[in-house]
């Protein structure tokens, strides 16, 4: 009966092409959104990444990581900064965009009834802050100690340094039965959490069945009635099933994941920046061209913090500058951490450390360290080329064009060219097997790499050298070669040596042993020797041993 006059024609055009102008631009701002969402997501992550790293190295020295209260909420900040903290971007798009829609299906209600627009809205609210806060409670987030425990078992089982000895001691029947019971234990955590608040919640949950349904019934007697029309109904119909989204929980665990990292990183910006009020050291004398005299340890005591026990008790020491030190002393005499406190990695409890009679916390930390090159017996295995293992030893000059040629020279003083000589692809090959084209390397051929690395960095200014038995995979004639170029490798510099290795340890013009604590014997191999103390019986009981004192490792 009623043909399509020519302003209904229009007016459906009207309508077509505003439905397609609706759809073409939902695609080109869903595509603007994808990029959108994918650069803030990055650049989240990449903030706060950035804060935990330079709240950590902020700190200068190793306290952070060792002091067991500043040591966990390193840990923490270092974890959940690496948990894709990025999903609060992912979150806050799905919930302000399903709120948008709860928001304008309110609106829709209001047009029919305001009351009945305004009850719906609060009971939904209310019943998404409900449901907000159950999920809160119930995230993982909040007893994350445990999950940590579980999938570092899981770790265990799974890191490929650990495979041989993780199979060798026949470990995997015991792993996967410690981590189905941390799992086990962690969901019944889970399900405990869930109980808490489900009483209020059914509550709410019924509130909103009954303000749904007082609204339905009041606007069928309307509609019976004639005072609202069909129209007016099915609106409000809408509406109200769209109210429901207000309380969608969707996006509510990426947005609490994402911004739960939030206040552990600042925590751990709080407690590094106090920390380093009380404990700052960094002054602003340069170490350049340091040390030209002598470096002296004055009354040092230090102990770990927390540990309880006292390492050096007022250590009187003096490293002349230009000359080279061995060190000698049992496990745990404190030959490492008297290194640490060279390098400013540790400072004193009290007494100083002076460097040409200048207070270590006097001189910029910065300049120190790269004065000082050390390498410790757990160094660094970069996965990165050969060119960056031994370059990262003087990093300011790795875009040099001639950086490749010090390397080189750098690698064939360590005796690590024939490495080098290796290599399918030269300095490029990526020293990790577990990367495309990359290999590995045996125990002592990163010693050499890793020594490479130490004698660039003397390149690169250090006037320092530190080797904390970094050649005991060495075996003992390539150690005892390497030794005997040492001195002349290090002419001019002022160098500690620290080794088991009597072979090596003799090479040295003054040897000191610690003990207690204490230097209780400092002088040439012959003059200890002579003396017959510590270091002499140790001499002799390995020589005796082993018939030779040359080749024998100091153990006590
Ligand atoms: N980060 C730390 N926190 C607490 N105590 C530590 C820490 N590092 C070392 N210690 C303790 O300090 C003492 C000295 O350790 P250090 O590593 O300096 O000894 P070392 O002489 O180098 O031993 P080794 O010959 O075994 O390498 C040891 O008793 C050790 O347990």
């Known amino acids: ?10 007016d459906v055009t009207f309508a077509l092409a505003g439905a397609a102008f609706v759809l073409a631009a939902q695609e080109v701002t869903r595509a603007a959104y994808e990029v959108a969402r994918w650069a803030l997501y990055r650049r989240y992550e990449e903030h706060l990444t950035g804060r935990v790293i330079r709240a950590a190295l902020g700190a200068g020295t190793l306290d952070v990581f060792e002091r067991p209260d500043l040591a966990a909420k390193t840990d923490r900040a270092v974890r959940v900064a690496g ?12 919930k302000w965009s399903l709120q948008a829609q709860g928001v304008a299906a309110a609106v829709l209600v209001a047009t029919v009834s305001v009351p009945a627009a305004a009850i719906l809205l609060l009971v939904w609210i209310l019943v998404g802050n409900r449901l907000q806060a159950n999920m809160l409670r119930a995230d993982q987030f909040t007893w994350e100690d445990a999950v940590h425990a579980a999938s570092y078992t899981h770790r265990i089982g799974l890191r490929q340094e650990w495979a041989k000895e993780v199979r060798i001691f026949g470990l995997v029947g015991w792993l996967s039965d410690r981590y189905g019971r941390q799992t086990s234990r962690l969901l019944a955590e889970l399900a405990n959490a869930r109980k808490v608040g489900q009483r209020s919640l059914t509550v709410l949950l019924g509130l909103v069945v009954v303000a749904n349904a007082a609204v339905v019934a009041l606007a069928t007697r309307a509609a019976v009635n004639g005072s609202l029309d069909v129209g007016a109904v099915v609106l409000l119909l809408q509406g109200m099933l769209g109210m429901s989204l207000l309380a969608d929980q969707t996006g509510d ?60 008790d007022r250590l009187n020491l003096e490293i002349r500058a230009g000359t080279s030190v061995g060190i000698v002393g049992l496990n745990g005499a404190g030959k490492t951490t008297l290194i640490k406190l060279l390098t400013g990695l540790e400072v004193p409890q009290s ?46 000059q790795l875009t040099q064009p001639s950086i490749d040629g010090e390397i080189r020279c750098a690698a064939a ?8 000589g290796g290599l399918p692809h030269g300095l490029d090959t990526t020293l990790s097997s577990r990367l495309e084209g990359g290999v590995d390397l045996s125990g002592g051929q990163w010693q050499r790499v890793a020594l490479a690395r130490s004698l660039l960095a003397v390149h690169g200014g250090a006037r320092v050298l530190v080797l904390d038995e970094p050649t005991a995979q060495l075996d003992v004639r390539a150690e005892a070669d390497l030794y005997n170029k040492f001195l002349d490798l290090t002419a001019g510099l002022t160098s500690v040596v620290i080794s088991h290795r009597f072979s090596t340890i003799r090479r040295s013009s003054r040897i000191i042993v610690l003990d207690g604590g204490h230097v209780i014997e400092d002088g040439s191999h012959e003059r200890l020797l ?14 005796m041993r082993f018939g030779s004192g040359d080749e024998e490792d100091i153990d006590g």
């Open 413 to 420: 003083r360590a005796g690590a060219d024939a490495v080098l």
């Open 1 to 10: 009966s009623s043909g399509l006059n020519s302003a209904a024609v229009a």
């Open 253 to 312: 665990d990426l947005i609490e994941y994402g911004a739960s990292r939030v206040p552990v990183v600042l925590e751990l910006e709080r407690v590094v920046a106090d920390h380093s009020s009380t404990t700052a050291h960094s002054g602003a004398v340069s170490a350049s061209g340091r040390p030209a005299e002598a470096i002296v340890f004055e009354e040092v005591t230090f102990g770990y913090p927390g540990a309880g026990k006292i390492i050096f």
């Open 83 to 94: 948990l894709e903290p990025g999903d609060l971007v992912d979150g806050l798009s799905m």
């Open 351 to 396: 007494g100083r450390i002076l460097v040409d009679g200048t207070d270590l916390r006097a001189i910029d930390q910065e300049s120190w360290r790269r004065s000082v090159a050390a390498i410790f017996q757990d160094f660094v295995h970069y996965e990165m080329s050969a060119r960056d293992n031994i370059g990262l030893g003087a990093v300011e």
């Open 530 to 543: 002579v003396a017959e103390g510590v270091y002499a019986r140790m001499f002799r009981k390995q020589a």
